[in-house]
T-cell receptor
Framework: DAKTTQPTSMDCAEGRAANLPCNHS???????VYWYRQIHSQGPQYIIH???NNETNEMASLIITEDRKSSTLILPHATLRDTAVYYC?????????????FGKGTLLTVNP | NAGVMQNPRHLVRRRGQEARLRCSPM?????VYWYRQLPEEGLKFMVY????????ESGMPKERFSAEFPKEGPSILRIQQVVRGDSAAYFC???????????FGQGTRLTVV
């Protein structure tokens, strides 16, 4: 799986959009970008994933650059409950690739 | 639709005792994964199971750890003769198909005293 690079930490004001970047310059054509988050003392929570098109769901939007070497997770209106460690994971979505390789992620702190 | 259920949420064991951690996957999911998160470290894959089969246990310590997912009932992660270094949060995840999005439980926090 391709390696990802994320900032160690970010701050965001409550109510504002949180934009979390992720670099994955060695991503290959069949690898997806997945985002999970882990709120303190809880299990990781699936957020969204995409291949090359931008994706949106009720939680977030995922913007993937045209060359697929980087992506941004957008939380449109951050709340205090969005404070968590956010993990960007690149992996093949085929049946042989079921392991999630968690790095250190980005600690997002949403401030009142 | 209930999520992944793990129990107990907290487990305290004395050194040398056995720890049994249970995981019931989401309804309709037959693929179960166990991860461990040591204090101040990231989540590490331990084992992948389907009903009655261990598919990949490459992340499991060679001794004292075992996992099963019987035809009926929850998946069990068993740690024999626990040591202080086993103290960690153990998370279970499940998916409908291998490689698709996995959903995690709230974890079992094991403390060995």
């Amino acid at each position: 799986d391709a390696k990802t690079t994320q900032p160690t930490s970010m701050d965001c004001a409550e109510g504002r959009a949180a934009n979390l970047p992720c670099n994955h310059s060695t991503i290959s054509g069949n690898e997806y970008v997945y985002w999970y988050r882990q709120i303190h003392s809880q299990g990781p929570q699936y957020i969204i994933h995409g291949l090359k098109n931008n994706e949106t769901n009720e939680m977030a939007s995922l913007i993937i650059t045209e060359d697929r070497k980087s992506s941004t997770l957008i939380l449109p209106h951050a709340t205090l409950r969005d404070t968590a460690v956010y993990y960007c994971i690149v992996k093949d979505s085929g049946g042989s690739n079921y392991k999630l390789t968690f790095g250190k992620g980005t600690l997002l702190t949403v401030n009142p | 639709n209930a999520g992944v259920m793990q129990n107990p949420r907290h487990l305290v064991r004395r050194r040398g005792q056995e720890a049994r951690l249970r995981c019931s996957p989401m309804k309709g999911h037959s693929h179960v994964y166990w991860y461990r998160q040591l204090p101040e470290e990231g989540l590490k894959f331990m084992v992948y199971l389907q009903k009655e089969n261990i598919i990949d246990e490459s992340g499991m310590p060679k001794e004292r750890f075992s996992a099963e997912f019987p035809k009926e009932g929850p998946s069990i992660l068993r740690i024999q003769q626990v040591v202080r270094g086993d103290s960690a949060a153990y998370f279970c995840a499940s998916s409908k198909e291998p490689g698709t999005e996995a959903f995690f439980g709230q974890g079992t926090r094991l403390t060995v005293v």
